[in-house]
T-cell receptor, first 113, second 117 residues
Framework: GENVEQHPSTLSVQEGDSAVIKCTYSDSASNYFPWYKQELGKRPQLIIDIRSNVGEKKDQRIAVTLNKTAKHFSLHITETQPEDSAVYFCAARRRNYGQNFVFGPGTRLSVLP | DAGVIQSPRHEVTEMGQEVTLRCKPI?????LFWYRQTMMRGLELLIYFNNNVPIDDSGMPEDRFSAKMPNASFSTLKIQPSEPRDSAVYFCASSLGTGGTYNSPLHFGNGTRLTVT
């Protein structure tokens, strides 16, 4: 089955700096890759996603890149702000039977003022 | 739409008692997922349904856990008997099936925080 790895597990950056979180997946049948942000005590919420027919997608300060050949995708946050502090999860979903979402273990991002 | 609705938000029970968690998915979504989240194990998939049919329950810890989806708008996760190690946040989530060119993100409910003493 699918396996998603995520690095780093914790990340501290100064306010205004950039943050990058990387994920790798194992199942070549996966074709959809969302990223979720989870604040303390709250539910995971979608912040950006990408399909396998696209190499990069950007939404204001957030961008995601995908390398299908290497089976890895990354989240980039620019001009970080204290409210970006949260746990971030990547996930992969396959297009065939068994359309499960497999999540990475999460990255705890701390943005220091 | 009100999103995925879970109840109760918090549940405190004693070991050995039966616990039932409830979920109403987003209308029109044909996939429903139950996840458990703990600090040690992160987000674990317990079971998921497609069109009310269980597809994969390999994540259900043991026979004490059971899940049902009697119709497209309701699902339950039951633990009987409950144990302290079941303490966690249980999330229900729903999605459309993926296909074509559209994206099908997972929408989470607010979760049920279960404490078993």
């Amino acid at each position: 089955g699918e396996n998603v790895e995520q690095h780093p597990s914790t990340l501290s950056v100064q306010e205004g700096d950039s943050a990058v979180i990387k994920c790798t997946y194992s199942d070549s049948a996966s074709n959809y890759f969302p990223w979720y942000k989870q604040e303390l005590g709250k539910r995971p919420q979608l912040i950006i996603d990408i399909r396998s027919n696209v190499g990069e997608k950007k939404d204001q300060r957030i961008a995601v890149t995908l390398n299908k050949t290497a089976k890895h995708f990354s989240l980039h946050i620019t001009e970080t702000q204290p409210e970006d502090s949260a746990v971030y999860f990547c996930a992969a979903r396959r297009r065939n039977y068994g359309q499960n979402f497999v999540f990475g273990p999460g990255t705890r991002l701390s943005v220091l003022p | 739409d009100a999103g995925v609705i879970q109840s109760p938000r918090h549940e405190v029970t004693e070991m050995g008692q039966e616990v039932t968690l409830r979920c109403k998915p987003i209308s029109g979504h044909d996939y429903l997922f139950w996840y458990r989240q703990t600090m040690m194990r992160g987000l674990e998939l317990l079971i998921y349904f497609n069109n009310n049919v269980p597809i994969d329950d390999s994540g259900m810890p043991e026979d004490r856990f059971s899940a049902k989806m009697p119709n497209a708008s309701f699902s339950t996760l039951k633990i009987q008997p409950s144990e302290p190690r079941d303490s966690a946040v249980y999330f229900c989530a729903s999605s459309l099936g993926t296909g074509g060119t559209y994206n099908s993100p997972l929408h989470f409910g607010n979760g049920t925080r279960l404490t078993v003493t």
